[in-house]
Every structure is written in C-alpha cells, then in structure tokens.
C-alpha cells in the first residue's frame, strides 16, 4: 500500500527559506510524478511542483519558479521542496502527492497528511 509521510514545515519570516520532505514508500515512487500542492483556508488546492522520478523533469506553477526548487533522492525514495525568499501569500498546507497527471488534483491517487507553512510579514 503505497504512503507519503511530509516533514519540514513550520513558520518562517517573509524572506526566509523552508525545505520539506516527502518520503514514499518504494511501491510509488519509482518512474512515478510526484508533486507539492498547497491549499489555503477558503481556497482550492493548487499545484506547486512536479517531478517525474523517472528522469528527474520538473515544472512549476508561475508563483513559485525560481523561487521554489523540487529535487529528488531516489536512494531514500524522497522528494523535496526547497522554498526560499518566501512570500506571505505562500502561506499554506502544503501537501505531497504521487502517481497523477499534471497538476490536476483529481488524478492523483496517493497523498500525504499535508504540513503547514506560515509566513509572516
């Protein structure tokens, strides 16, 4: 049975950096696409990165890129998210996905618990 299990999040000042962690369990993460999503109170969950662990391809929503940076360590079946100059508006639950299609919240078929990221002004 596949798991995500997210560490890493917390409160941070506007400007500051985060790295969070997602473990899979190896059942899905190999030659999958895995994903950061977030959702804030009052809002829909939106795709933040991806990442095929196959060859390591990436994409990111426009609010993130070059700030937010999405990596892969396939020896501890992890992806992470580096997230720095970080703005209030990321303000969110973050939540790690795996095995879906684009950033399309309804294909993906495992998710982890979500962590909360705060930042304040």
């Known amino acids: 049975q596949g798991q995500l299990v997210e560490s890493g999040g917390g409160s941070v000042q506007a400007g500051g950096s985060l790295r969070l962690s997602c473990a899979a369990s190896?059942?899905?993460?190999?030659?999958?696409?895995m994903a950061w999503f977030r959702q804030a109170p009052g809002k829909e969950r939106e795709g933040v990165a991806r990442?095929?662990?196959?060859?390591?391809?990436?994409y990111y929503a426009d609010s993130v890129k070059g700030r937010f940076t999405i990596s892969q360590d396939n020896a501890k079946n992890t992806v992470y998210l580096q997230m720095n100059s970080l703005k209030p508006e990321d303000t969110s639950m973050y939540y790690c996905?795996?095995?879906?299609?684009?950033?399309?919240?309804?294909?993906?078929?495992?998710w982890g618990q979500g962590t909360q990221v705060t930042v304040s002004s």
């Open positions: 996905a795996a095995n879906g299609v684009a950033f399309v919240v309804g294909t993906y078929t495992y």
């Open positions: 990442i095929y662990t196959g060859n390591g391809v990436t």
């Open positions: 190896a059942s899905i993460y190999k030659n999958r696409w």
